[in-house]
């Protein structure tokens, strides 16, 4: 993460649904810094020798700079921090957290709201309701999970939106009509997406299929890096020389070995960690560069990004 | 310092590129002006019989078969008040002179479309509606600069910077140390 930490502590952390945990926030020293409805903060996690950062939503009011809240699902295939959080943090637990950022902003323009929550996907979302109502628009929240995991705030949420709520959870066969839902909007709808791959992929095919504006669809895309094969990477300016493991990104070998790359979504998202690169294949694992600037082999973004063969020579 | 030289220099004219019809709309609205009539025509014939919809905007007795009217008048309000019937997945193709083009791409922002789905055709004709930097008037269908602005009778260097908040070029007063030079007038592109 870069630029300043905020050091906070745990005052309260509760479960939500089966698989994810809340937890909120307090500053220790300074207040928090007010955010915009769709923020989010990378948390900086310490298990011993291991450092685990990940970008978490800001659940709050947006308001309401009294407390951060995130919620965190706890991930199957987990390469540590999601579970850190569910097993080591608890009330009075210390964090550090970075500022918040935002990459998925309501598009105010718009004439109509759609959000369309997977899972876990429900907490950005959480910080637009307040200022949704408050600005007395229109919206609809679609909400997909699955009872026996996910679902968090469903009964409140039923309660708070009324008429604006629509459940589907899959343990009970429910199922979202995404195309029946997006063809039936009036001009001027915006549709935001935070959930799975396939949902996501479902909306565009959608989009494709009976031309629904592309610039209409707001993707919050950013996951955890995908585990890959380790490399090695050559740091042609410093002359280091750094090994990344199979469960590590390429960034958070960096930050290990305390270089500093920028970064802000680090899921590939927003360009800021984009690094040269002098030699060596690439896997490219991002929703930033264009597939030209892919195909060139110049460059990569670290954050999600691997080497294809045993070694990567980068231009830092 | 830079940025206002560079900025004052550079040339913004908006790019046009020949439109196909888009094949996955649902609904395809062709809107033109007298002076796009002919584009406009050929590509609603080119165009999937999806559901359909042409649109002459100007005042002309004799339409080509499947163009409805609207009268220039206040043509914007009621294209506006019409679009209302047509759904989110609706592409529109819109011929004509520059200004109208964008005039048209203002109402259909304005009712909610997105640029995507908004095709403007390349202007059909060299003619250009230009705003006066010193009286605010727009001067319609100028061919020619330096041109005279209707508004105030200066005449202006007609820039190839194009507002697309007015619909129009630029013009800035040519002679403003000498009013009484005339310097020699050239054809616009
Ligand atoms: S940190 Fe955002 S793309 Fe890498």
Same mark, same amino acid.
């Given at each position: 993460?870069?630029?300043?930490?905020?050091?906070? #502590?745990?005052?309260?952390?509760?479960?939500? %649904?089966?698989?994810?945990?809340?937890? !909120?926030?307090?500053?220790?020293?300074? +207040?928090?810094? %007010?955010?915009? +409805?769709?923020?989010?903060?990378?948390?900086?996690?310490?298990?011993?020798?291991?450092?685990?950062?990940? +970008?978490?939503?800001?659940?709050?009011?947006?308001?309401?700079?009294?407390?951060?809240?995130?919620?965190?699902?706890? #991930?199957?295939?987990?390469?540590?921090?999601?579970?850190?959080?569910?097993?080591?943090?608890?009330?009075?637990?210390?964090?550090?957290?970075? +500022?918040?950022?935002?990459?998925?902003?309501?598009?105010?323009?718009?004439?109509?709201?759609?959000?369309?929550? *997977?899972?876990?996907?429900?907490?950005?979302?959480?910080?637009?309701?307040? @200022?949704?109502?408050?600005?007395?628009?229109?919206? =609809?929240?679609?909400?997909?999970?699955?009872?026996?995991?996910?679902?968090?705030?469903?009964?409140?949420?039923?309660?708070?939106?009324?008429?604006?709520?629509?459940?589907?959870?899959?343990?009970?066969?429910?199922?979202?009509?995404?195309?029946?839902?997006?063809?039936?909007?009036?001009? *001027?709808?915006?549709?935001?997406?935070?959930?799975?791959?396939?949902?996501?992929?479902?909306?565009?095919?959608?989009?494709?299929?009976?031309?629904?504006?592309?610039?209409?669809?707001?993707?919050?895309?950013?996951?955890?890096? =995908?585990? *890959?094969?380790?490399? @090695?990477?050559?740091?042609?300016?410093?002359?280091?020389?750094? #090994?990344?493991? %199979?469960?590590?990104?390429?960034?958070?070998?960096?930050?290990?070995?305390?270089?500093?790359?920028?970064?802000?979504?680090?899921?590939?998202?927003?360009?800021?960690?984009?690094?040269?690169?002098?030699?060596? !294949?690439?896997?490219?694992?991002?929703?930033?560069?264009?597939?030209?600037?892919?195909?060139? *082999? #110049?460059?990569?973004?670290?954050?999600?990004?691997?080497?294809?063969?045993?070694?990567?020579?980068? =231009?830092? | 310092?830079?940025?206002?030289?560079?900025?004052?220099?550079?040339? &913004?004219?908006?790019?046009?590129?020949?439109?196909?019809?888009?094949?996955?709309?649902?609904? /395809?609205?062709?809107?033109?002006?007298?002076?796009?009539?002919?584009?406009?025509?050929?590509?609603?014939?080119?165009?999937?019989?999806?559901?359909?919809?042409?649109? /002459?905007?100007?005042?002309?007795?004799?339409?080509?078969?499947?163009?409805?009217?609207?009268? &220039?008048?206040?043509?914007?309000?009621?294209?506006?008040?019409?679009?209302?019937?047509?759904?989110?997945?609706?592409?529109?193709?819109?011929?004509?002179?520059?200004?109208?083009?964008?005039?048209? /791409? $203002?109402?259909?922002?304005?009712?909610?479309?997105?640029?995507?789905?908004?095709?403007?055709?390349?202007?059909?004709?060299?003619?250009?509606?230009?705003?006066?930097? /010193?009286?605010?008037?727009?001067?319609?269908?100028?061919?020619?600069?330096?041109?005279?602005?209707?508004?105030?009778?200066?005449?202006?260097?007609?820039?190839?910077?194009?507002?697309?908040?007015?619909?129009?070029?630029? $013009?800035?007063?040519?002679?403003?140390?000498?009013?009484?030079?005339?310097?020699?007038?050239?054809?616009?592109?």
């Amino acid at each position: 993460m870069s630029g300043s930490y905020i050091e906070v #502590q745990v005052e309260q952390c509760r479960q939500v %649904a089966p698989a994810i945990k809340e937890f !909120a926030l307090k500053a220790l020293d300074a +207040p928090l810094p %007010a955010f915009s +409805p769709g923020s989010h903060v990378v948390v900086e996690m310490r298990d011993g020798q291991k450092t685990y950062r990940n +970008p978490y939503s800001l659940l709050s009011d947006p308001r309401d700079p009294s407390a951060y809240r995130i919620a965190v699902r706890l #991930q199957e295939q987990s390469r540590g921090g999601s579970r850190f959080m569910h097993e080591r943090i608890a009330e009075g637990s210390r964090l550090r957290i970075s +500022p918040p950022a935002n990459l998925f902003a309501p598009d105010w323009r718009a004439r109509k709201h759609i959000l369309l929550a *997977g899972g876990v996907g429900i907490t950005p979302f959480m910080s637009y309701l307040p @200022e949704l109502q408050r600005r007395n628009a229109d919206f =609809e929240l679609h909400h997909l999970f699955r009872s026996s995991r996910t679902g968090a705030y469903d009964a409140d949420l039923r309660q708070r939106l009324d008429g604006r709520y629509f459940a589907y959870d899959s343990a009970r066969d429910k199922r979202c009509p995404v195309a029946e839902l997006m063809a039936a909007q009036s001009p *001027g709808t915006h549709i935001y997406i935070c959930g799975p791959q396939s949902l996501i992929d479902a909306v565009y095919a959608n989009a494709a299929q009976i031309g629904w504006p592309q610039e209409h669809i707001h993707v919050e895309a950013f996951a955890a890096p =995908e585990p *890959g094969e380790p490399f @090695e990477a050559v740091l042609c300016k410093s002359g280091k020389t750094i #090994q990344v493991g %199979a469960e590590e990104s390429l960034l958070e070998a960096l930050e290990r070995e305390h270089i500093e790359v920028p970064n802000l979504c680090r899921g590939g998202v927003c360009g800021q960690c984009v690094t040269g690169v002098r030699d060596g !294949a690439i896997e490219h694992r991002d929703h930033f560069l264009s597939e030209r600037e892919k195909s060139s *082999g #110049q460059c990569l973004m670290p954050c999600v990004s691997r080497a294809k063969g045993p070694k990567l020579e980068l =231009e830092i | 310092m830079n940025d206002a030289v560079a900025s004052y220099t550079v040339k &913004s004219r908006p790019d046009y590129h020949e439109v196909a019809p888009d094949q996955t709309a649902q609904c /395809h609205v062709f809107i033109t002006d007298s002076a796009g009539l002919a584009q406009s025509e050929a590509l609603c014939q080119a165009s999937p019989v999806a559901k359909k919809q042409a649109w /002459h905007i100007g005042d002309s007795d004799t339409l080509p078969a499947g163009y409805e009217a609207i009268q &220039s008048g206040d043509w914007q309000a009621v294209l506006g008040e019409q679009l209302s019937g047509f759904g989110i997945a609706t592409a529109f193709y819109v011929s004509g002179l520059e200004a109208f083009l964008w005039q048209v /791409h $203002g109402v259909l922002t304005k009712a909610g479309f997105a640029p995507s789905q908004i095709h403007l055709e390349p202007p059909a004709g060299n003619q250009r509606d230009v705003f006066c930097t /010193h009286c605010y008037h727009i001067t319609p269908d100028v061919s020619t600069t330096p041109a005279r602005c209707a508004g105030c009778g200066r005449l202006l260097l007609v820039r190839d910077h194009f507002s697309r908040l007015h619909c129009a070029y630029v $013009g800035v007063q040519i002679n403003a140390e000498d009013p009484a030079e005339v310097p020699p007038t050239e054809e616009l592109s």
